[in-house]
């Protein structure tokens, strides 16, 4: 006879604990497995090519990413949402500026230290610092870029992501299997900054 479900049989999870409990839904990664840094990585990059189409088509985004230290890695692009809250950016999960049309962001900041975000549009400009997702202050001004954009800086958790980043970054694949979009002109340039004789960098399209 099967087991019967009631109420007391179903648990609410926030996002983030979600993540940290099944990254392997979000990353195809699981702690203890192959290259679970990387897999983040090659997955943020992947949605930042292939953003939320309330953002912009895929393949039409220009993304610049960072590679600072082994397990330290920053992604920036020039999409940001629309629909400000008057003058300011929307709330996003627990108040970040991390909200649902940049989820693999989010999840990558839920296996993180430190996350930093800064968006900017129309010439102004706003940054917060998260511990994993959960915000440590609220988004404070900052002097604003030309143009309109987001970056994510994300210091991955050692005690979860290591090893280090992979050096074969060219080898990355950011295209799923059922990605049947046209090719645009949007492209990711990634640079390994850890390089001994000066910034590493690929271009992947």
């Known amino acids: 006879m099967g087991h019967s479900y009631d109420a007391a049989d179903i648990q609410v999870v926030d996002f983030d604990e979600h993540?940290?409990?099944?990254?392997?839904?979000?990353?195809?990664?699981?702690?203890?497995?192959?290259?679970?840094?990387?897999?983040?990585?090659?997955?943020?990059?992947?949605?930042?090519?292939?953003?939320?189409?309330?953002?912009?088509p895929a393949h039409t985004a220009r993304v610049e990413a960072g590679i600072e230290g082994d397990l330290t890695f920053w992604v920036a692009d020039d999409l940001v949402e629309d629909a400000?809250?008057?003058?300011?950016?929307?709330?996003?999960?627990?108040?970040?500026?991390?909200?649902?049309?940049?989820?693999?962001?989010?999840?990558?900041?839920?296996?993180?230290?430190?996350?930093?975000?800064?968006?900017?549009?129309?010439?102004r400009g706003f940054r917060q610092e998260l511990s994993g997702l959960r915000p440590v202050e609220d988004p404070r001004e900052i002097d604003a870029p030309a143009g309109r954009g987001t970056r994510v800086l994300?210091?991955?958790?050692?005690?979860?992501?290591?090893?280090?980043?992979?050096?074969?970054?060219?080898?990355l694949d950011l295209h799923a299997p059922h990605c049947d979009a046209p090719f645009g002109p949007?492209?990711?340039t990634l640079r390994d900054l850890r390089a001994p004789h000066g910034p590493a960098a690929v271009r992947l399209e």
């Open 186 to 188: 949007g492209h990711v």
């Open 154 to 171: 994300f210091e991955l958790d050692a005690t979860w992501a290591g090893p280090a980043l992979s050096t074969g970054l060219a080898s």
């Open 84 to 123: 400000w809250d008057g003058e300011r950016p929307p709330s996003g999960y627990y108040g970040s500026l991390l909200g649902p049309d940049r989820w693999t962001c989010a999840a990558a900041a839920a296996l993180s230290t430190r996350t930093v975000v800064g968006v900017w549009r129309d010439g």
């Open 19 to 56: 993540v940290r409990r099944h990254p392997e839904m979000y990353f195809g990664a699981w702690h203890g497995g192959p290259d679970p840094a990387t897999r983040i990585l090659s997955a943020v990059l992947s949605h930042a090519l292939h953003p939320a189409a309330r953002l912009a």
